[in-house]
């Protein structure tokens, strides 16, 4: 296995926050042109980049896939556009989360409770020289340790601006108060999860709870949706340090304004996009995408049954903090809100 660089990567940290800044600036021209030039062919059974293969524009038979990406890509774009003001340059702690594979040429961008778990043991059969033959081998506490996979924040700027240009870049996205409730039932209500619990559970009530029983303000395992939403739409949280990952907007996770994705796929249509983004990596013959059997996903109207208790004031202030993952990524306006 490949060590992680991490005394590399805490300088490039270190040192990028200040002073570098990462000048990767999009092609409009078929950026797959100088996709794969200097390497020596890719893993995929095509030998041409992903890149060049979501470009080239000789896949017919994906052209209504086609059409469908082209189509978020281009509304991310005018959405970038119209609602964000000034651009910035990137630094190496805006791509934590980027996840590389340089076999294939792949950047995945990970969002908690949007299929990342099964994304992150894709590309660790990927990247895992054989080691691994099926993506449900590697347990989930597995696929999420830090080190297994390299992230792009690991490596020079250099480095990082090549891979930009040249590789398939994706992420997946979810209606985002399904996310936000889905985060809110696998963290708050799981009696396992005593670390959130512990580490949120107990601030959240002691803030937002009045006359906590003691035993509540000791174990914080019993939060209740409107209480972690008293907590999100709270100012103080955010100057405190930055929301955790499970409940934080893509926008700031992904920066999707800065890095233009080639591929946005969506956990609606989780099977077919993932399905789409490894036949572009020409290695839909090598691994599949797990198919989750799972029966406790987070649907609308299971969203709509936790906002019933949310008042229209505080639906309002949510919604204005996960506006930006609403407008650039095309989901509307959730029809059980109170405040339109
Ligand atoms: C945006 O969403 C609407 C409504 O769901 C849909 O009809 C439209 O095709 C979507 N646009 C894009 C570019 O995905």
């Keep these: 296995m490949r060590k992680p660089r991490v005394g590399r990567m805490v300088l490039a940290t270190c040192v990028g926050s200040f002073i570098i800044g990462i000048f990767y600036f999009q092609s409009n021209l078929k950026p797959g042109a100088e ?30 896939a086609q059409a469908t990406h082209q189509g978020r890509r281009e509304l991310l774009e005018r959405a970038c556009q119209a609602y964000t003001r000034k651009r910035r340059v990137l630094i190496p702690e805006d791509l934590k989360h980027l996840m590389v594979d340089d076999r294939h040429g792949l950047l995945y961008c990970y969002v908690p409770k949007v299929a990342c778990t099964n994304w992150k043991r894709v590309l660790m059969v990927l990247t895992g020289d054989g080691r691994y033959a099926d993506p449900l081998q590697i347990p989930a506490n597995e696929a999420h340790v830090a080190g297994n996979l390299r992230t792009l924040s690991e490596y020079s700027t250099a480095e990082i601006n090549h891979r930009l240009r040249t590789y398939l870049k994706f992420v997946f996205v979810r209606e985002p108060f399904e996310r936000l409730v889905s985060a809110y039932r696998n963290k708050f209500t799981r009696s396992y999860n005593t670390a959130f619990h512990k580490r949120y559970g107990t601030k959240i009530v002691r803030r937002h709870r009045a006359n906590p029983r003691p035993e509540a303000l000791e174990r914080g395992d019993d939060v209740s949706f409107e209480e972690f939403v008293y907590y999100l739409v709270d100012p103080h949280t955010q100057r405190e340090e930055p929301f955790n990952e499970h409940w934080e907007r893509v926008h700031s996770l992904c920066h999707p304004c800065l890095i233009h994705y080639d591929v946005v796929g969506k956990y609606e249509t989780l099977e ?17 995408f797990p198919t989750s059997g799972k029966s406790t996903r987070t649907t609308g109207d299971m969203a709509a049954q936790f906002f019933h208790n949310i008042s229209p004031f505080y639906q309002k202030k949510l919604y204005s903090l996960y506006r930006m993952d609403f407008l650039l990524f095309n989901y509307s306006t959730p029809a059980y809100l109170r405040f339109r």
Excluded: F, I, N
């Excluded at 980049?49 to 979501?54: E, I, K, M, W």
């Excluded at 077919?272 to 691994?287: F, I, N």
């Design 35 to 64: 996709a794969g030039s200097g390497h020596a062919g890719w893993q995929g059974k095509s030998g041409r980049s992903p890149l060049q293969t979501l470009y080239d524009g000789d896949q017919l038979d994906l052209s209504a």
């Design 272 to 288: 077919q996009d993932s399905r789409y983004v490894l036949h572009l990596a020409g290695v839909e013959d090598q691994v599949r």
